[in-house]
């Protein structure tokens, strides 16, 4: 129902019931037979035991109870939130044992807060319990911005979620909820009329973090309207935020008004009442003694401007402890639909109430023109910390008021997926009927995304979308690993790791940086599935020079960096170079250094071939046998002799292998004939061998004479030559 302008305003309350209700006039006679004798018989329903009001967390079970006394008469029973009847389903539970109703709301919301009522209502009776239920928000996670190393980035205040004006009835209790984002910790500040706001018995300031905070009036009574501010501020700056608060006194609204006069007091529409000293109304039939009890005001009902004719599906019920007056409708009907109005009439004046009521089946009556959904601002993209709280703003108009949908995207798909609002991940906070906050608490990697808001109403339906980024330091999903390959074979290092912003990943080895310059053998690559990014440093042949200590270092923005290492060893059957023949003087000391490679490290040993044999030399003396770096061995001969001349060899072997080299050691020493010319006798044609047999080092040069001069051995016709 709409309000129209009037000095009091009250809903009409509508539900069905089973049976036809005649309608009764103010004073409680029944339009169609008058005689008062017939309320004596009713047995009007009692309770036994009333509704208690209930304040729960949000998240935990509601449980309304009430027991009626046993009732004679068939009753028609209904639960009621705020005047609406209650559709008992999903959350909603009811229950019934031995005359106890029981309405039980699990997992309850902040909506789930206001006044329930539980009706019995017999053919002619009805009676009616109330109880308030207030559902407390859960605390509110520190959403300030923050470095990598978790401290908080200074902030001026700002309010997220604001005061709004906001009309109270007088005895009602109100909570003022209020969001503000600050570094540091926002002190707040109280104003009622530019006044300080003390707390009282009935004034209460709640803390709920370091950044939530509730204005509470309880019983409000008509000295709480005001003009209300309240200031956030901090070393950073200061934010304000102010609201006009009205309130209406519903129980005196016929208080002041004089006694009148009714001529014929059989009308069943005009009564007279003088206000009681506890301001309660009691509803009776008209009594023209002077000295009877106080009367009520006359009530008439209008309907679209003209008299109502009440049939026997109204029921015009007053209730004694609330002092409200409620024209209650059986089995409506689209004829029903219209502006209603009841008046109030004394020799003072008269006061009268409108609203409108409209039915399925009958156009509603708006209170503008509609309008499509339209968003007042696009959505923002939102950069958050890991474990802060993130919130995606929404400004939508719209009339009819649209509904808010909000969606995520599902990873690396195009297909979204409703966000089931509220639950333990996400809650909804109202700023004002066109603004609301998505609130994503302790924000996750999992959390980043793609999000979509739709607004839809009975004209149309609009969507925007904003992407959700949730800065997290770097971290490992697989690290480097030890590698063992052979030689000519692949290498491939692979690092995982997941990070916002992107992650960069620099290889070294031993200790130095590697790219695709300094490491031409190597390609680097990136690629991304879903929130991992891999790494990959490939080496297509390896050799033996690849192996050595690898590691990585993993930035990510200003959120940190983390580092792997592995040792990679390559492969390979040993290889020897450098041995070659050297030589010498007696007495002097020489080297044989050889170079050796292999892995596994081969195993090295030095041997003299003398005669066929092979001699250890670890046992000789004046011998020694020693390893340098770079895989170098060293074979030291010291006061050299002739007998150490000869072969000498190394071997190396390791499980892939083995390799063996040899090379001649040869002591210098002067030309000596060991085996001298001797003299000859030939016969004239015949061969004649002159041999002779020299000792020394390097190879000395040997020359024939004859008569004194030297003999050309290269001519072949009669000299021939031969070394052994």
Known sequence: MKKQESKVVEDFEVYEESTNVPMLTENGTNLQRKSSSRKASIDKPKFKRELNDVTVNSNETIILECELEPCKDQLTLEWLKDNKVLNIAGRYQSSNQNNTYTLQINKAIKSDSGQFSFVATSAYAQTITNAKVLVKPLERQDSRPQTPEGSLLPAAPVFKIKLKDTELKEGSTVRFELLVHAEPKATFKFFKNDKPLKENDRIKFEYSSNEACEIVIENCKSEDAGHYKVVAENKEGTDTTECNITVSNNKDVFKGLDEL?????????????????????????????????????????????????????????????????????????????????????????????????????????????????????????TNVNQNSTATIDVRVSGYPKPIITFFKRADSKDEYKEIQLPSDKHKLLYEDDD????????????????????????????????????????????????????????????????????????????????????????????????????????????????????????????????TSACTVNVNAPPEISGMSDIGGQEGDTVHFRVKVIGSPKPAVSFKRLKDGKSIDLTKEENIKIEEEEGGYHRLTLSKLTKDQCGLYSISAKNSLGEKKAEARLDIKSKPEFTQKLNDLVGKEGENVNLTIKVDGFPAPDVVFKFDGKPIDLNNKDKYIGEKK
């Open 261 to 381: 006069t009714v001529d014929n007091p059989e009308d069943s529409t005009l009564q007279s009442v003088s206000p009681t000293s506890d301001k309660n109304l009691s509803l009776s039939r008209m009594n023209s003694n002077p000295n009877s009890r106080p009367r009520t005001p006359a009530f008439k009902w209008f309907k679209d401007g003209t008299d109502f004719d009440a049939s026997e599906r109204f029921l015009c019920q007053f209730n004694e402890s609330e002092d409200t007056i409620a024209l209650l409708f059986n089995h409506v009907t689209p004829e029903d639909a219209g502006l209603y109005t009841c008046v109030a009439s004394t020799q003072g004046g008269k006061i009268s109430c409108s609203a409108e009521l409209t039915v399925q089946g009958e156009v509603n009556r708006l209170l503008r023109d509609p309008e499509p959904p339209k968003f007042l601002d696009p959505l923002s993209d």
């Open 435 to 562: 603004t609301m906050t998505l609130i994503i608490k302790n924000a996750q990697p999992e959390d980043a995304g793609q999000y979509l808001v739709s607004a839809k109403n009975d004209l149309d339906e609009v969507k925007d979308s904003c992407k959700l980024n949730v800065q997290s330091p770097p971290k490992f999903i697989q690290q480097l690993e030890d590698k063992e390959v052979l030689k000519g074979k692949p290498l491939e290092l692979v690092v995982k790791v997941q990070g916002s912003p992107k992650p960069e990943c620099q290889f070294f080895k031993d200790g130095k940086p590697i790219d695709e310059k300094t490491a031409k053998k190597m390609k680097f690559d990136c690629k991304q599935d879903g929130d991992n990014y891999i790494y990959t440093a490939k080496c297509d042949s390896c050799d033996l020079e690849d192996a050595g200590n690898y590691s990585v270092i993993v930035t990510s923005g200003s959120m940190g960096q983390i």
